[in-house]
């Protein structure tokens, strides 16, 4: 299998550079050059444990010899705390499917235990060494920073928005001391941080001299990762519920997640519709329901890692949605990012995709969500999921069963759940308290403060580097 970019401007490549260079050299994102459909597989995979269908997609999508490959994966799950990997939680016709059972209680584990795995398997045979620079909400980078340390010939630094993580997502990755991780409080939004790491890497001198590398959701290996589980949740479901077709809720800031989704349809996977869900940070509810995609300023709100206006996997789906023409994808983002808009007729289309709905969950909505929940279920989302799990509220149906995507264990926003639930917070405190999170509680942090300036962070990165 080779990877294009989606500004079809550099040779394809193969799996190994996809993986290691992260963006494309022309400013695109990767992207298989032909999707392989395994819709007569299905049957065959259908009984599959995680880590076993995790290798059978894989095998698609990279040339790695088979004992490598299962070896990589058996090391990337066996993290995981739940022995189903993402188990399933039903509430009628409403399924969750919890993706955080992983070391750093997010969605993100699934994706970057596996990319730390494969950086230390392709290091480790071309004697190479990577500094990693990643932009986080909040969960990325405790999940990258959990993927990489200790890891010989890698180095990672993290940017964060100073101030505006959980305190639970900041001691994720400050309490990590490996001299390997570089955990940077940038003055900034995220835009302001992903723009840096944006910019950073598309300075392809500084890129090569430093061997600089991405783990954010813009490196395939992500996206792939992140495919498996629409199967294997989807096989579940099928067997509770007896129906052939199911739809998902998803939580979305990068679209990320959602495109892995869009990807697994597109192989074939049975997919009724795909829910997008939005905090107050509408810009791709606008795109699926008006056919605008306009640059707004980033609010703040309850669910932090979905706090994103430009979504950096968006590019992938116009890719397709543009019928594969890389020029009209550089003529729809250089229009971007000239007049931070575009629309629909903009991008030559009349109809908008009948896959997508979309909707969006402002703080009241959020909360609410979490009490009804609670009250409902004696379950306790946390504010993410309760975006996903509110919007999905809007499209529930007789017809075929909806999945929620639930992205984080709500221990890592113990704030936000106990405004949803006041007083009735100390009756479900056991379930909101994480062991693993309450232990970080009394370790030592270290980060460095940073203003939001690329010159200033690209000379930390080679002080970083040239000292150790
Ligand atoms: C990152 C994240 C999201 C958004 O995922 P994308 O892939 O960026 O759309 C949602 N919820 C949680 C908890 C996250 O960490």
Redesign the pocket.
């Given at each position: 299998m080779k990877y294009i970019s989606t500004r079809g401007q550099c040779a394809p490549v193969d799996f190994e550079t996809a993986v290691m260079t992260g963006l494309a050299p022309d400013g695109g994102l990767f992207l298989p050059d032909r999707i392989p459909d395994v819709s007569d597989k299905l049957e065959k995979w259908s009984r599959l444990a995680y880590p076993d269908l995790a290798c059978e997609i894989f095998r698609l999508f990279c040339g790695i010899p088979r004992a490598e490959l299962k070896r990589i994966i058996e090391k990337s799950y066996s993290a995981f705390s739940h022995p189903a990997i993402a188990p399933l939680k039903r509430f009628d016709n409403l399924y969750l499917l919890e993706l955080f059972h992983g070391p750093t209680l997010?969605?993100?584990d699934f994706a970057l235990q596996f990319l730390g795995n494969l950086f230390e398997y392709f290091l480790r045979r071309s004697g190479k060494e990577l500094n990693l620079v990643a932009a986080t909400?909040?969960?990325?980078g405790s999940a990258a920073i959990a993927g990489v340390k200790g890891k010989k010939n890698i180095r990672i630094f993290v940017l964060f928005p100073f101030g505006r993580v959980s305190p639970a997502q900041e001691l994720q990755m400050t309490t990590v001391l490996d001299k390997n991780v570089c955990c940077l409080a940038v003055r900034g939004s995220f835009d302001d941080c992903q723009n840096i790491v944006k910019s950073l890497l598309s300075d392809l001198n500084f890129r090569s001299e430093f061997s600089l590398g991405a783990v954010n959701?813009i490196n395939w290996a992500r996206i792939l990762a992140q495919v498996v589980y629409y199967f294997y949740a989807y096989f579940q479901v099928r067997s509770l519920s007896g129906q052939e077709r199911v739809s998902f809720a998803?939580?979305?800031?990068?679209?990320?997640?959602?495109f892995a989704g869009y990807f697994a349809r597109r192989m074939g996977l049975p997919v009724a519709r795909l829910v997008l869900a939005t905090n107050r940070n509408r810009i791709l509810a606008d795109f699926f329901e008006k056919g605008v995609y306009e640059r707004g300023m980033v609010r703040q709100t309850l669910?932090p890692?979905?706090d994103?206006q430009v979504?950096s996997?968006f590019e992938r789906y116009l890719y397709y949605r543009l019928g594969k023409d890389p020029a009209k994808v550089r003529g729809i983002m250089a229009k971007f990012a000239r007049d931070g808009k575009f629309t629909l007729r903009d991008m030559g289309l009349k109809t908008r995709d009948k896959l997508f709905v979309a909707a969006s969950a402002d703080t009241p909505a959020t909360l609410s969500e979490i009490r009804r929940c609670w009250r409902e279920n004696n379950y306790v989302l946390?504010p993410?999921?309760a975006v996903g799990v509110h919007a999905a509220g809007n499209f529930l149906s007789g017809r075929e069963p909806m999945i929620c995507l639930a992205?984080?264990h709500p221990a890592?926003f113990e704030n936000a759940v106990k405004r949803a639930l006041g007083r009735d917070f100390s009756r479900c405190r056991e379930q909101v308290l994480h062991p693993a999170l309450e232990a970080l509680k009394k370790k030592k942090t270290r980060r460095f403060v940073l203003p939001a300036d690329v010159d200033k962070v690209k000379s930390f990165i080679i002080a970083g580097v040239n000292d150790s």
């Amino acid at each position: 299998m080779k990877y294009i970019s989606t500004r079809g401007q550099c040779a394809p490549v193969d799996f190994e550079t996809a993986v290691m260079t992260g963006l494309a050299p022309d400013g695109g994102l990767f992207l298989p050059d032909r999707i392989p459909d395994v819709s007569d597989k299905l049957e065959k995979w259908s009984r599959l444990a995680y880590p076993d269908l995790a290798c059978e997609i894989f095998r698609l999508f990279c040339g790695i010899p088979r004992a490598e490959l299962k070896r990589i994966i058996e090391k990337s799950y066996s993290a995981f705390s739940h022995p189903a990997i993402a188990p399933l939680k039903r509430f009628d016709n409403l399924y969750l499917l919890e993706l955080f059972h992983g070391p750093t209680l997010a969605f993100k584990d699934f994706a970057l235990q596996f990319l730390g795995n494969l950086f230390e398997y392709f290091l480790r045979r071309s004697g190479k060494e990577l500094n990693l620079v990643a932009a986080t909400s909040g969960d990325t980078g405790s999940a990258a920073i959990a993927g990489v340390k200790g890891k010989k010939n890698i180095r990672i630094f993290v940017l964060f928005p100073f101030g505006r993580v959980s305190p639970a997502q900041e001691l994720q990755m400050t309490t990590v001391l490996d001299k390997n991780v570089c955990c940077l409080a940038v003055r900034g939004s995220f835009d302001d941080c992903q723009n840096i790491v944006k910019s950073l890497l598309s300075d392809l001198n500084f890129r090569s001299e430093f061997s600089l590398g991405a783990v954010n959701s813009i490196n395939w290996a992500r996206i792939l990762a992140q495919v498996v589980y629409y199967f294997y949740a989807y096989f579940q479901v099928r067997s509770l519920s007896g129906q052939e077709r199911v739809s998902f809720a998803v939580p979305t800031g990068n679209f990320g997640d959602i495109f892995a989704g869009y990807f697994a349809r597109r192989m074939g996977l049975p997919v009724a519709r795909l829910v997008l869900a939005t905090n107050r940070n509408r810009i791709l509810a606008d795109f699926f329901e008006k056919g605008v995609y306009e640059r707004g300023m980033v609010r703040q709100t309850l669910s932090p890692s979905m706090d994103i206006q430009v979504a950096s996997n968006f590019e992938r789906y116009l890719y397709y949605r543009l019928g594969k023409d890389p020029a009209k994808v550089r003529g729809i983002m250089a229009k971007f990012a000239r007049d931070g808009k575009f629309t629909l007729r903009d991008m030559g289309l009349k109809t908008r995709d009948k896959l997508f709905v979309a909707a969006s969950a402002d703080t009241p909505a959020t909360l609410s969500e979490i009490r009804r929940c609670w009250r409902e279920n004696n379950y306790v989302l946390d504010p993410h999921t309760a975006v996903g799990v509110h919007a999905a509220g809007n499209f529930l149906s007789g017809r075929e069963p909806m999945i929620c995507l639930a992205t984080a264990h709500p221990a890592k926003f113990e704030n936000a759940v106990k405004r949803a639930l006041g007083r009735d917070f100390s009756r479900c405190r056991e379930q909101v308290l994480h062991p693993a999170l309450e232990a970080l509680k009394k370790k030592k942090t270290r980060r460095f403060v940073l203003p939001a300036d690329v010159d200033k962070v690209k000379s930390f990165i080679i002080a970083g580097v040239n000292d150790s």
